[in-house]
Nanobody
């Protein structure tokens, strides 16, 4: 399994922006499908967005489409989540996940075998 480490979370006012990063421990990360998920208190972990190994396929949950942007830098084994126009309902712990068996991401959290520890994002109203 690849070790993933998220960073960049914090407290922001509604309408603000944050950029999350997820760094991988190995260069084979470059060939994995990657995704961001989030989990709010009392709720199930949900798909936020995903990106293929080449960056050519990117998908988003409807709730974040047009506000969040995923990108990756394979040379630096890092994937990013740019979050703009944040809303209080975006408050959650955000996780990155990697799936070495696929090149295109899925929305099913059970398909991912490597997870980061999560980073808290809190959006105040």
């Amino acid at each position: 399994q690849v070790h993933l480490t998220e960073s960049g979370g914090g407290l922001v006012q509604a309408g603000g922006s944050l950029k999350l990063s997820c760094e991988a421990s190995q260069r084979t990360f470059s060939y994995y499908a990657l995704a961001w998920f989030r989990q709010a208190p009392g709720k199930e972990r949900e798909f936020v967005g995903g990106i293929s190994w080449s960056g050519g396929t990117i998908t988003y949950a409807d709730s974040v489409k047009g506000r969040f942007t995923i990108s990756r830098d394979n040379a630096k084994t890092t994937v990013f989540l740019q979050m703009d126009s944040l809303k209080p309902e975006d408050t959650a712990v955000y996780y990155c996940a990697a799936d070495p068996r696929r090149v295109v991401p899925t929305q099913n959290r059970h398909d991912y075998e490597s997870w980061g520890q999560g980073t808290q994002v809190t959006v105040s109203s």
